[in-house]
């Protein structure tokens, strides 16, 4: 019809620019007014092959019967109210037969739900086998939502084939749009899913980077197909403690990408490779584009740039790209040492007060070969990854949950694993005290070594940067849950440690500190099991990051620092300009 184009509702052009880039044409149509916005969008289109269907329940059988003479995906659209139901016994049939049938069901403001409105009817959970996956796609009115429905949609017409496929369910929510000006469908950000039979996409030109989370330890086969990978391309593997990757091109990011006031070139890149789970390291990147490689074959949008997705073995990928005959290069790498070199001499050329970062930079490059080091999330996590430790030293943290409670214990049951390794653990109060009933496991061997950081509350809430520092002092009462455990007791700990059969030490500063170090780290066994417990203060914790924060500066990095203090969506515009992204 004249003058009239695509809808203006934003989630109705994400959807029809990603139906078209992932090659998806058939369309069943069903009148209503909720769904209107997406059928009138569709039928203006002649990229789409659209039929009509007043009753539903034929609809999705016309679907069945189109999807599998067709081999092609089809797409279904109803309106709300019992408009859906009746999709129940053809979505029953795709599902049993693997067809892969797209039932985009539209709705209402799903807060209405429950409220007496009419035609608002609940389908936010539906049954076990009439979909292989069901999504909800509210009105995009934000970057937020514009990013999060990118991926939902992405996941759900990239299930239609995945496994053998099936049907797959999106609830649309629309916003009654009368606007049909948009003449040019804005394109979508598309992602896709290799499989190993697959067809390979081309690495793209310029510079390429790995990050990899929360990582099993690497075998040296995986190793090395990786270090050749990062060969082939002059890349470089960006880690933290718990990545488990010992490689030639390693690189611990975290104090570069974490400073305010600084923009790291290092962390921009054209392609970068995410591999492993969560991380702990704040590690801030800034690709043009994410590939994600991991045997679960999910879309895990890290950055919010995820382009492909690799459904295989690591060592699979890494084999496929990798020249295992070309010449090695360390460019990259070498301009990441060297900046790393740089930011480490200023630690030193400043006086750091005692605190968790003082103590890591102190302590981490002493941690005895072979050992495995256990980190607290959070401020020990972070602090941590500011320094390096030794090539033989594999780091583990209970990054999955996120949460204090659990990691003492995790900690001591891989020390079972080998009781003849030495285990370090770090731990803040906080969380020593949530689990410290482990400590009294008649199974604790004489491989322990506890790091207890006593700043008597979460520290974390009253570091500067934190929004919980803004109330101050008032901010121990109930934020930072300070003055319990004994209130920083010196004899508290001390009794428990030493009733249950532990060797105790204690610091209060860095000379005391530094007089029992050495006996802490001693190589090999020791008769007892060992506890440290050193006191700080909260005031020299927050300060010691502030510094750590702030050794590099430039103008750049200022300007992004300060629209950051910006407001809303405009602000994370601003600061894209800026980046020139």
């Known amino acids: 019809m004249e003058g009239k184009y695509y809808s203006s509702e934003r989630s109705v052009q994400l ?71 009746n999709y129940i016994p053809g979505l029953t049939e795709a599902y049993y037969r693997k067809l892969p049938v797209l039932a985009v069901t539209s709705t209402q403001d799903i807060s209405r739900i429950g409220h007496h409105i009419a035609q608002v009817i609940d389908r936010r959970v539906i049954q076990n086998d009439i979909a292989l996956l069901s999504e909800y796609i509210p009105v995009t009115d934000s970057n937020t939502n514009a990013w999060s429905n990118t991926v939902k949609i992405n996941r759900a017409l990239l299930e239609l084939r995945h496994r053998g496929g099936g049907p797959v369910h999106l609830n649309v929510e629309t916003a009654y749009s009368r606007d049909y000006s948009v003449k040019e469908l804005p394109q979508a950000r598309m992602i896709r899913r290799v499989m190993p039979q697959d067809v390979f996409p081309e690495l793209p030109k310029g510079r390429i980077a790995v990050v990899i989370g929360a990582h099993q330890k690497f075998t040296d086969t995986e190793t090395a197909f990786l270090d050749a990978f990062c060969a082939t391309y002059d890349a470089v593997v960006f880690t933290d403690h718990t990545s488990g990757y010992k490689g030639k091109y390693r690189v611990l990011i975290s104090i570069l990408s974490s400073q305010a006031k600084d923009y790291c070139s290092l962390t921009s890149m054209d392609l970068l490779i995410h591999i492993g789970d969560v991380s702990g390291g704040n590690i801030g990147m800034r690709p043009h584009a994410v590939w994600r490689v991991n045997p679960d074959g999910e879309l895990r949008d890290t950055y919010r740039k995820l382009t492909y997705v690799f459904e295989m073995e690591e060592q699979a990928f890494f084999e496929h790209y990798a020249d295992t005959a070309s010449l090695e290069r360390h460019g990259y790498l070498d301009a990441c040492r060297k900046e790393l070199k740089a930011i480490w001499a200023k630690v030193l050329e400043n006086v750091l007060p005692f605190s968790n970062v003082w103590i890591a930079h102190e302590t981490a490059h002493r941690i005895p070969a072979d050992s495995v080091l256990f980190l607290g999330i959070l401020n020990t996590l972070r602090t941590w990854n500011y320094f390096d430790i030794p090539e033989s030293v594999y780091g583990y943290a209970n990054t999955g949950g996120f949460g204090i409670d659990g990691y003492i214990s995790s900690f001591m049951g891989a020390s079972l694993a080998h009781p003849g390794k030495l285990y370090f653990c770090v731990a803040g109060d906080l969380a020593f005290f949530y689990d410290m009933n482990v400590l009294g496991n008649r199974h604790v061997g004489r491989n322990i070594r506890i790091l207890l950081i006593n700043n008597g509350k979460g520290t974390e809430f009253r570091n500067y940067n934190h929004p919980g520092a803004a109330f101050g002092e008032e901010t121990d009462k109930y934020i930072a849950a300070a003055g319990h455990f004994g209130n920083k007791s010196h004899q508290l700990v001390r009794h428990y440690a030493e009733d249950l059969g532990y060797e105790y030490l204690s610091a209060n500063n860095k000379e005391e500190y530094l007089e029992y170090l050495d006996r802490f780290l001693t190589p090999g066994l020791t008769d007892r099991p060992m506890l440290f417990e050193v006191f700080t203060d909260n005031k020299d914790e927050s300060d010691a990051i502030r510094m750590v924060r702030n050794l590099n500066v430039s103008i750049k990095g200022i300007l992004v620092d300060t629209v950051k203090s910006m407001v809303g969506e405009k602000g994370k515009e601003v600061i894209k300009g800026l980046l020139g992204k």
């Open 15 to 85: 959807l029809i620019s990603l139906l078209k880039q992932h090659n998806i044409k058939k369309c069943v149509l069903s009148p209503g007014a909720t769904n209107l916005t997406f059928v009138a969008s569709l039928q203006q289109d002649p990229y789409f092959e659209c039929y009509s269907s007043v009753d539903e329940r034929s609809a999705a059988y016309i679907a069945c019967g189109l999807a599998a003479e067709s081999g092609e995906p089809v797409v279904l659209s109803c309106t709300g109210a019992t408009a859906s139901r």
